[in-house]
């Protein structure tokens, strides 16, 4: 089972808020480091205003603030919500203010991206203003599917509903309580907005890390634990636990340090003075190996891991601690393990758009299928979509990995400092 932790870290003199999904392990699977002071775009919902249209490269280019431009790819404007249309006569046209949904944080020198589906999303459904379907997460199969699917035909809204992996493991009550709040928050939302100027901020995404916690998977996290009493509360206070549940004792309350949800889940506040959490949890020592270009693999081959402006490159080596005889019997056993791995660092060290790998080369033709099925496997388990396209005749498995938000080797560029 996995485990979720949030704590602080002083790197190179800036305090961050390190918050970061481990497995039964400890070894980091996902991480997600926020300076203090430092906001984050991504979920907010403006009232934006077209700057203009490119029609060559079929977007829209829009302010949500004097300073800040967004691209607005033009196949993504369905159902827009206006607050003032300037053209009659044309679907979207410079000097329309429209709510736009930031999807996609600035990445080097590329403007942050927008959305006119809006998304309000819960732990367990997710609502859209565009794609108006209902629908219930592909991931869910069997018994589970047919009761969400038959729950999310009844639901009603000018606005589709997806419903999470997360509401297999939850009663209908549940589920139907959350789409209620979500519907609610919408709502809210949509009616002030259509009083709003331009650049107003209608909807603020929850922070970095209450949004990790919720989109996690419920039925493989075992206990979230901080070393911030403020932060445990929030927590709480998100997992639907209640104020009175956080102490203990008659006249004299004492709080208390661990509460269970009703998934559940163990929600921990650490303070032990002999050994602080990052240390426990080897915060330091995950992220200096995250960063690392050279990976180790249990059999002794390894990974050279080298992101660039276009794409990133992955290059797979048997190592030279194994016999070059041992090798070419093993060939396969060894690129399976570097597939798992490589969906691992991709998720870990947040790298997207295109993937270029170089597996060991592989003579046999079902050794090839076999090892891009347990690479596929490997990718499914990560949140952010991620696909698998083709071997090329050069050998090279192309992936493609949804740019969400900033990789780690951005967030620090010259290194840790340590």
């Given at each position: 089972?996995?485990?979720?932790?949030?704590?602080?870290?002083?790197?190179?003199?800036?305090?961050?808020?390190?918050?970061?999904?481990?497995?039964?392990?400890?070894?980091?699977?996902?991480?997600?480091?926020?300076?203090?002071?430092?906001?984050?775009?991504?979920?907010?919902?403006?009232?934006?205003?077209?700057?203009?249209?490119?029609?060559?490269?079929?977007?829209?280019?829009?302010?949500?603030?004097?300073?800040?431009?967004?691209?607005?790819p033009l196949s993504d404007v369905k159902n827009p919500v206006f607050t003032r249309k300037l053209s009659q006569t044309k679907?979207?046209?410079?000097?329309?203010?429209?709510?736009?949904?930031?999807?996609?944080?600035?990445?080097?020198?590329?403007?942050?991206?927008?959305?006119?589906?809006?998304?309000?999303?819960?732990?367990?459904?997710?609502?859209?203003?565009?794609?108006?379907?209902?629908?219930?997460?592909?991931?869910?199969?069997?018994?589970?599917?047919?009761?969400?699917?038959?729950?999310?035909?009844?639901?009603?809204?000018?606005?589709?509903?997806?419903?999470?992996?997360?509401?297999?493991?939850?009663?209908?009550?549940?589920?139907?309580?959350?789409?209620?709040?979500?519907?609610?928050?919408?709502?809210?939302?949509?009616?002030?907005?259509?009083?709003?100027?331009?650049?107003?901020?209608v909807y603020r995404e929850e922070a970095g890390w209450l949004r990790h916690i919720r989109d996690l998977r419920k039925d493989?996290?075992?206990?979230?634990?901080?070393?911030?009493?403020?932060?445990?509360?929030?927590?709480?206070?998100?997992?639907?636990?209640?104020?009175?549940?956080?102490?203990?004792?008659?006249?004299?309350?004492?709080?208390?340090?661990?509460?269970?949800?009703?998934?559940?889940?163990?929600?921990?506040?650490?303070?032990?003075?002999?050994?602080?959490?990052?240390?426990?949890?080897?915060?330091?020592?995950?992220?200096?190996?995250?960063?690392?270009?050279?990976?180790?693999?249990?059999?002794?081959?390894?990974?050279?891991?080298?992101?660039?402006?276009?794409?990133?490159?992955?290059?797979?080596?048997?190592?030279?601690?194994?016999?070059?005889?041992?090798?070419?019997?093993?060939?396969?056993?060894?690129?399976?393990?570097?597939?798992?791995?490589?969906?691992?660092?991709?998720?870990?060290?947040?790298?997207?758009?295109?993937?270029?790998?170089?597996?060991?080369?592989?003579?046999?033709?079902?050794?090839?299928?076999?090892?891009?099925?347990?690479?596929?496997?490997?990718?499914?388990?990560?949140?952010?979509?991620?696909?698998?396209?083709?071997?090329?005749?050069?050998?090279?498995?192309?992936?493609?990995?949804?740019?969400?938000?900033?990789?780690?080797?951005?967030?620090?560029?010259?290194?840790?400092?340590?």
């Amino acid at each position: 089972m996995n485990r979720y932790m949030i704590t602080r870290e002083k790197i190179k003199g800036q305090e961050y808020l390190i918050s970061a999904l481990y497995d039964e392990k400890k070894h980091m699977i996902e991480v997600l480091p926020e300076a203090a002071g430092e906001t984050s775009l991504l979920g907010n919902i403006y009232v934006g205003k077209v700057e203009n249209i490119v029609t060559n490269l079929n977007a829209a280019f829009v302010k949500i603030a004097p300073d800040i431009r967004c691209y607005l790819p033009l196949s993504d404007v369905k159902n827009p919500v206006f607050t003032r249309k300037l053209s009659q006569t044309k679907a979207l046209a410079a000097g329309d203010e429209l709510l736009v949904q930031v999807s996609r944080e600035a990445l080097k020198t590329k403007d942050p991206a927008v959305t006119t589906n809006l998304t309000i999303a819960g732990t367990y459904a997710v609502l859209t203003s565009g794609n108006r379907k209902k629908s219930v997460s592909s991931k869910v199969k069997g018994e589970a599917r047919e009761r969400l699917v038959k729950l999310v035909e009844q639901t009603a809204g000018e606005y589709g509903v997806i419903l999470r992996t997360n509401a297999a493991e939850a009663s209908d009550e549940t589920v139907l309580l959350e789409l209620e709040v979500l519907s609610e928050r919408y709502e809210t939302m949509a009616e002030a907005a259509a009083h709003k100027n331009c650049y107003t901020l209608v909807y603020r995404e929850e922070a970095g890390w209450l949004r990790h916690i919720r989109d996690l998977r419920k039925d493989d996290l075992e206990e979230i634990v901080t070393d911030d009493r403020g932060m445990f509360e929030d927590i709480c206070s998100a997992c639907r636990i209640h104020k009175q549940a956080l102490t203990t004792g008659g006249s004299v309350p004492v709080p208390v340090d661990e509460v269970m949800t009703a998934d559940g889940i163990r929600i921990r506040y650490y303070k032990d003075p002999a050994l602080s959490l990052g240390a426990l949890y080897s915060v330091r020592s995950e992220l200096k190996n995250a960063l690392s270009e050279r990976v180790w693999l249990k059999s002794g081959a390894y990974l050279v891991i080298q992101p660039t402006e276009a794409l990133t490159v992955v290059d797979v080596n048997t190592g030279k601690n194994v016999a070059k005889k041992e090798m070419q019997e093993n060939f396969l056993r060894v690129n399976k393990e570097a597939a798992e791995e490589i969906a691992r660092q991709l998720r870990l060290r947040n790298l997207s758009g295109m993937v270029l790998v170089d597996f060991i080369n592989l003579t046999s033709k079902s050794a090839e299928e076999e090892l891009l099925k347990t690479f596929r496997a490997a990718l499914q388990k990560d949140p952010v979509p991620a696909q698998l396209i083709d071997m090329t005749a050069l050998g090279l498995v192309e992936v493609t990995r949804k740019k969400i938000k900033r990789p780690l080797h951005e967030i620090f560029p010259d290194g840790l400092g340590f």
